[in-house]
């Protein structure tokens, strides 16, 4: 943070966002706290025989808990929660979050989601910790890679966080897959509670809302796309509910931009102390990223596969720094820098055209949603093999089986 680009990028930030010694031990304290509700979901499924607590579970999020007879507690009170909207809640904001996230179309969805918010993120070694235990480092990198992004679209698709919609129920299922390996780590001999803190806690789960909301506004900016004030609003408050939905803890859910800089500040001081996990995680992710966004006719192309995986974490350079992406191995490459350059200038040029042609920015956001969609449903059939196992293979009502982002 005090090299390279995020020297001259922190001079957007809001005055002085470094935190005083007692907040700085106010916000470490969140780093041995869990989501109580979604925990205590998990200790009901584990206590009802046969799945029977996870089908309980899966009724109330498609149909509501008033369509249970006689649920659970513990349901009833993470449900109570859920169900009753904020307040500070604007419908208007969350939409309007949601289109302007979607007029960054395939270059949102592509580069800045993973390259930026996801590579960026394994310099936050301890949050890497659960990753490494659950599932095969090499094998789930795509499948992980697909189903984040097809909950992120799910999430910042107007109308998406509506109570029986995609983002709203797939943000529930993470949630409550966030609490059952919150549960599985705690039982594993090797997890160093000292080192790493508690698993998937509450520093990590707002790091993660910022690398999808603060993070992915930055990346976007770099790469050429302009928004308003107005608009860096809109994604924030559409960011805020979806942390709200996660189980972030109200007292870290930013709700202005000050508010995220200053967290963001909090964040990168004590979770960016990358370790080999941070590397052996990149590199999943880099291998990964290019034969999954590749159509097949180009997947077991060599060469396409090179230049589209240079492209990218061209990219990922630019954006978090030499010293950053040497250690997390991404490929150093002139060529490739210059063409990333190209594109955010070429961008800049067609947003700054958008901004003063009536109608044009409706067109861009309806667009870059129909690209978005498109691609994932691509994305999420590939990897299930089986069009009956897609989240997309109904038009108009996504199916979840989002993974932790």
């Not at 780093?31 to 009724?59: I, T, Y």
């Not at 966030?178 to 707002?206: I, S």
């Not at 408050?237 to 931009?257: E, F, K, N, S």
Request: net charge positive; aromatic share 8%.
């Amino acid at each position: 943070m005090t090299r390279g680009p995020w020297k001259a990028t922190l001079r957007l930030a809001p005055g002085d966002i470094r935190a005083t010694p007692s907040q700085l031990a106010a916000f470490r304290s969140f780093a041995q706290a869990g989501d109580p509700p979604a925990d205590a979901v998990v200790e009901m499924m584990a206590r009802l025989p046969g799945g029977a607590g996870r089908r309980l579970f899966e009724q109330a999020v498609e149909k509501g808990i008033d369509a249970l007879g006689d649920p659970p507690r513990e349901l009833v009170e993470f449900f109570a929660a859920v169900d009753a909207v904020p307040y500070w809640v604007d419908p208007d904001l969350l939409d309007r979050g949601a289109r302007v996230v979607g007029r960054t179309g395939l270059l949102g969805l592509t580069m800045v989601m993973p390259c930026a918010s996801l590579y960026g993120g394994y310099l936050a070694s301890r949050a890497n910790k659960t990753l490494m235990r659950t599932g095969y480092l090499d094998t789930m990198a795509p499948r992980r890679l697909a189903e984040t992004a097809g909950w992120w679209v799910d999430v910042t698709t107007p109308g998406g966080l509506g109570r029986f919609e995609a983002g709203f129920q797939g943000t529930l299922r993470v949630r409550l897959m966030h609490a059952q390996v919150r549960a599985a780590m705690r039982r594993r001999d090797d997890w160093d509670h000292d080192t790493w803190d508690a698993p998937v806690n509450q520093v990590q789960l707002a790091g993660t809302l910022l690398l999808f909301s603060h993070v992915m506004l930055l990346g976007s900016r770099a790469l050429g796309f302009q928004f308003s004030a107005a608009d860096q609003a809109a994604v924030r408050h559409l960011w805020r509910y979806v942390g709200h939905l996660m189980g972030v803890d109200p007292g870290l859910l930013p709700a202005t931009a000050a508010d995220a800089w200053r967290l963001y500040w909090l964040e990168a001081a004590t979770e960016f102390l990358p370790d080999e996990d941070s590397r052996r995680l990149g590199r999943a992710l880099m291998d990964a990223a290019a034969p999954l966004l590749l159509t097949s006719r180009w997947q077991d192309s060599v060469p396409a596969r090179h230049a589209l995986t240079n492209y990218l974490f061209a990219y990922s350079r630019l954006i978090l720094g030499r010293r950053n992406a040497d250690f997390l191995g991404a490929p150093d490459n002139r060529l490739y820098r210059a063409a990333v350059l190209g594109t955010a200038a070429t961008v800049f040029a067609a947003e700054s055209a958008r901004r003063v042609i009536p109608g044009v920015t409706g067109l861009c956001e309806r667009l870059g949603q129909r690209q978005r969609t498109t691609m994932v449903r691509r994305l999420i059939r590939e990897q299930h093999g089986d069009r009956s196992h897609s989240r997309y293979d109904t038009p108009g009502r996504p199916r979840n089986t989002a993974v932790r982002p």
